[in-house]
């Protein structure tokens, strides 16, 4: 049997909103809290800023059936609250340690106003002994502090949410603990029970995992340039080892977005802070960094035929800016890295992508509402991210459109077959 609880949920980001949805539609009653006033108005009256599958849909079923609603500051939902969600931004900071100001100002902000036996949740990423540090701030032996981290994609938070691999709750109290991981009975998900530092280190060790997978394979891409494999066949028949598996083996222009860069970093800080030499996280991050680089010689080898070829006065067309499809986040795009060296390098930008309205400030890309307005006159069209509805352009009307036939896919989402039919050659990743 399940118990309905009565959550507080403290920042309303992509973690925040769609915890305190979710948890809503599995029946809890939710108060989700923010600073900005608008940003409450707007969600109390189910306007979702956030481009999410379902996400709008859960907070509208959860303001009408009363399981969910929005206040402004995190003291005025924690006072009946049973087990308070800490939610809230911590972006990398000096020296790529985490920033922990927002987590230890909510602490602060309602440490007096939590009712006996609450359950604090860290559901933020943070480093190792933030639990611990938590409770010092606290100083409420009769408050709980559960480390609970979240393992949401962007793009799929939702489905992730309600679908999880693994409920991770570390607390050195075990009934806060199974507390915690009763909240998540209805998804029938294993449960990992264990201390505050292993589940903390769990977030991190699993990021930067991915991270380093995602810059293993970008490398044999390249390796596989240099001797005429095909990447594409690699992978698959890498993918099939079950120890292996087939996500995260796509190579393109590098990881970035909201978590991969800042946890590789907070990592690295945390492994310094222990005396501990991670090459080969540090090697992730550097392999990183230099395909960035290797996408902006590709483009000036497509565009000029030669390496080193100058690209001053390059006109480039730029398909796809957000750090990945089906979301309109920014947050270190790769896409927008990649960007940054073109124009360094002296070339001028127009850029579309399926989230962004024309006319956003993007710095040195101009952004436009339409593909084929993307592709006027422009020496090469560049892939930069992997929506899926670049490949069902009219390739044939953008080869009327561009300047020169060229198109570099940095994603090897396109079939190299249909853009040679329409007239256009096509440099991809990993294959001859």
Same mark, same amino acid.
């Given at each position: 049997m399940m118990f309905v609880r009565r959550i507080a949920v403290v920042g309303t980001g992509y973690v925040g909103l769609t915890t305190g949805a979710c948890l809503a539609s599995l029946g809890h009653r939710v108060v989700c809290a923010d600073v900005d006033a608008g940003k409450v108005e707007r969600l109390s009256r189910g306007e979702v800023d956030i481009l999410e599958p379902r996400l709008a849909e859960l907070v509208a079923e959860g303001l009408a059936s009363g399981r969910l609603s929005f206040v402004l500051g995190a003291s005025a939902a924690v006072a009946d609250a049973e087990v308070v969600f800490l939610c809230v931004p911590t972006p990398m900071g000096v020296g790529g340690i985490a920033d922990l100001a927002a987590v230890e100002s909510v602490v602060d902000e309602t440490r007096d106003l939590l009712p006996s036996g609450t359950v604090? #949740?860290?559901?933020?990423? +943070?480093?190792?002994?933030?639990?611990?540090?938590?409770? *010092? !701030?606290? =100083? $409420?032996?009769? +408050?709980? /502090? /559960?480390?609970?981290?979240?393992? @949401? =994609?962007?793009?799929?938070?939702?489905?992730?949410? !309600?679908?999880?691999?693994?409920? #991770? #709750?570390?607390?050195?109290?075990?009934?806060?603990? *199974?507390? #915690?991981?009763? @909240?998540?009975? &209805? !998804?029938?998900?294993?449960? +990992? %029970?264990?201390?505050?530092?292993?589940?903390?280190m769990v977030k991190y060790a699993a990021n930067c995992f991915l991270a380093m997978k995602l810059s293993y394979v970008n490398a044999v891409a390249e390796l596989c340039e240099r001797l005429g494999a095909n990447i594409t066949d690699v992978t698959e028949g890498m993918g099939y080892d079950k120890r292996i598996g087939q996500a995260f083996l796509n190579p393109g222009p590098g990881w970035g977005g909201s978590c991969l860069p800042k946890d590789t970093?907070?990592? %690295?800080?945390?492994?310094?802070?222990?005396?501990?030499?991670? =090459? %080969? @996280? &540090?090697?992730?991050?550097?392999?990183?960094? $230099?395909?960035?680089? $290797?996408? +902006?010689?590709k483009v000036r080898l497509a565009v000029t035929g030669k390496r080193g070829g100058s690209l001053s006065h390059v006109r480039l067309g730029l398909l796809g800016l957000t750090f990945k499809a089906g979301t309109d986040d920014l947050r270190d795009s790769p896409a927008l890295a990649v960007a940054a060296l073109l124009k360094q390098a002296g070339a001028e930008l127009v850029g579309y992508d399926p989230a962004l309205t024309g006319g956003t400030d993007l710095g040195p890309v101009s952004v436009v509402d339409d593909p084929y307005q993307a592709a006027k006159d422009v020496d090469a069209l560049v892939v930069l991210t992997e929506w899926p509805e670049f490949r069902s352009l009219d390739w044939a009307r953008l080869a009327e459109t561009v300047r020169q036939p060229v198109v570099v896919d940095t994603r090897n989402i396109l079939d190299p077959d249909v853009i040679r039919r329409a007239g256009l050659t096509c440099t991809s990743l990993g294959r001859r």
């Open positions: 604090i #949740v860290n559901k933020s990423t +943070v480093p190792v002994g933030t639990s611990i540090r938590t409770a *010092e !701030l606290l =100083r $409420r032996d009769d +408050v709980a /502090v /559960v480390s609970n981290p979240e393992f @949401l =994609r962007e793009g799929s938070a939702v489905h992730d949410f !309600l679908n999880p691999d693994r409920i #991770v #709750v570390g607390c050195d109290q075990q009934d806060a603990a *199974e507390r #915690v991981a009763a @909240l998540y009975a &209805r !998804l029938g998900a294993p449960t +990992v %029970l264990t201390d505050a530092a292993s589940a903390e970093h907070a990592m %690295l800080q945390v492994a310094d802070a222990a005396d501990f030499e991670f =090459r %080969l @996280l &540090r090697a992730t991050i550097d392999t990183n960094e $230099r395909q960035r680089q $290797r996408m +902006v010689e």
